[in-house]
C-alpha cells in the first residue's frame, strides 16, 4: 500500500492550494479516504472524509465553505482544494485510508 502527497507549498493568506494523494496496492473505490493535518506542537486533526464512492463527505468546523475534499476512483486518487488559506491553516496534510494507511504528508505554509 502507497499514499503519495503532493501539492503543497507556501502560499500567502487568501491564496488557494490543491493537494493530490495518489493510492496504489489497494482497492482504492473501496475505502473511504480522509485528509488530515498537524501543526507544530499540535495533534492530528480530521480535515475532510469522503466515502468510498465519493457520495458523501465531511468537514472540519474550521475549513467548512472553504475547503472541498473530491476524488477520482479511476485514477486512485483523492484531492483537497484548499481556498481562502489562512495562516492557522499551516500545517503538515495527510491522506489516510479508512483501513489505516498514511501518506507521508506535504507542508502547507501560509504567511504573508
Known amino acids: 500500500v502507497q499514499l503519495v502527497e503532493s501539492g503543497g507549498g507556501s502560499v500567502q493568506p487568501g491564496g488557494s492550494l490543491r493537494l493530490s494523494c495518489a493510492a496504489s496496492g489497494f482497492a482504492f473505490s473501496h475505502y473511504s479516504m480522509s485528509w488530515n493535518r498537524q501543526a507544530p506542537g499540535k495533534e492530528r486533526e480530521l480535515v475532510a472524509f469522503?466515502?468510498?464512492?465519493?457520495?458523501?463527505?465531511n468537514y472540519a468546523d474550521s475549513v467548512k465553505g472553504r475547503f472541498t475534499i473530491s476524488r477520482d476512483n479511476a485514477e486512485n486518487t483523492v484531492y483537497l482544494e484548499m481556498n481562502n488559506l489562512k495562516p492557522e491553516d499551516t500545517a503538515v496534510y495527510y491522506c489516510?485510508?479508512?483501513?489505516?494507511?498514511w501518506g507521508q504528508g506535504t507542508q502547507v505554509t501560509v504567511s504573508s
Open positions: 469522503i466515502t468510498s464512492g465519493g457520495g458523501s463527505t
Open positions: 489516510r485510508s479508512s483501513h489505516g494507511y
